[in-house]
C-alpha cells in the first residue's frame, strides 16, 4: 500500500520514520510519499490561501495549488482522504476497508478548509472520503490524517508483526476490548483477577467477554445492539 500526502506542513509527519509504520516503510511493505502543497505555487510568496467568497472570517486554501499537487500524485485507482470536520465519522470498519486498498491520498488541508470545487473536481474521477475524527475542530487536517494513517497502516499484512493481536482489540469485533494485566501478581495490593492465573483457557474466555459486554455496556452502549444489550455474556438472555 502507498500513502500520499499533501500539506503545508510536511515535517508534521515526521512520526511515521518510526515505530512500526517506519519499520514497515524501511521493510518495503507500506510506501508513503510527502508533497508540500507550496511547492505548486508560483508565486514569489508561495501563497496558498485567499479570502472567502461571500465575506467571513478566515482564509479558504486555493484551488489551483491543489489542482496541481493532487494531479502529481493521483492515479486512477487512487481513493482520496479529506480530513474535514464536515466527514463521516471514521470508525476501525472504515480503516480495515481502507487498509484493503492500494493507494490512499491525504489532502490535508488548513485555514477554514480547502475550496469546495477540489473535493468536486476529484470525485468526479475518484473516490473521495470527506472524514471527520470526531465531533471537535482541529486546526488543520494533519492530525486526522495521521490518525488515519495509523489505524489503517496497522492492519496491513506484514506491519504488525503478530497479527492476532489485532483481532482482540476494542472495536474489532464491535466491542471494547477487555482489560489486560501483566506481573507482578499483587501490585499495591491489588490482585490481578484469579481467573487470568487458573490457566482454564475457556474460563478465560468467557471472562473476556463478559467484560467486554460489561465494560461497553459502562461506557459504551451506543455501541451495542438491542440483543447484545441484555445478554449477560453467558450468551443467556438477562
Ligand atoms: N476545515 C475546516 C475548519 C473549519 C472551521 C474551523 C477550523 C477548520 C480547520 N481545518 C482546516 C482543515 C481541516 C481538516 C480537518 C479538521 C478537523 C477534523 C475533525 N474531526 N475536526 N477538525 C479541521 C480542519
Known amino acids: 500500500m502507498r500513502f500520499d500526502i499533501v500539506t503545508i506542513f510536511p515535517e508534521f509527519f515526521g512520526a511515521l520514520d518510526v515505530s512500526l509504520l517506519g ?24 501563497t496558498v490561501d485567499d479570502t472567502p467568497y461571500g465575506g467571513g472570517a478566515g482564509m479558504v486554501m486555493k484551488p489551483e495549488p491543489w489542482g496541481e499537487a493532487l494531479d502529481s500524485v493521483v492515479r486512477e485507482d487512487s481513493v ?28 490535508c488541508g488548513r485555514y477554514e478548509g480547502i475550496d469546495q470545487r477540489v473535493i468536486d473536481h476529484y ?9 471527520s475524527l470526531g465531533d471537535y475542530v482541529l486546526n ?9 494513517i495509523e489505524a489503517v497502516g496497522r492492519l496491513v499484512p506484514g506491519v504488525v508483526g503478530n497479527p492476532a493481536s489485532l483481532t482482540e482489540e476494542s472495536h474489532e469485533d464491535g466491542l ?7 506481573k507482578p501478581a ?11 492465573l487458573s490457566g482454564h483457557h475457556g474460563a478465560v474466555a468467557q471472562w473476556r467477554h ?11 452502549p451506543d455501541l ?6 441484555s445478554t449477560d455474556g453467558s450468551g443467556e438472555s438477562t
Do not use: C
Open 224 to 229: 451495542l445492539s438491542p440483543d447484545l444489550l
Open 80 to 107: 482520496i482522504v479529506v480530513p474535514s470536520p464536515a466527514g463521516h465519522p471514521f470508525t476501525q470498519r472504515e480503516a480495515r476497508e481502507l487498509s484493503t486498498r492500494e493507494h490512499l491520498v491525504f489532502a
Open 123 to 131: 470525485a468526479d474521477r475518484n473516490e473521495v472520503r470527506e472524514i
Open 186 to 196: 499483587l501490585w499495591r495490593e491489588r490482585a490481578v483477577p484469579a481467573v487470568l
Open 176 to 182: 471494547l476490548e477487555y482489560p489486560s494485566y501483566t
Open 140 to 148: 488543520g487536517g494533519e492530525v486526522a490524517a495521521m490518525a488515519i
Open 210 to 220: 463478559e467484560q467486554q459486554l460489561e465494560r461497553t455496556r459502562r461506557v459504551r
Open 23 to 46: 519499520k514497515a516503510r524501511q521493510a518495503g511493505v507500506i510506501e508513503v510519499g510527502l508533497h508540500d502543497l507550496r511547492d505548486f505555487t508560483h508565486d514569489r510568496h508561495r
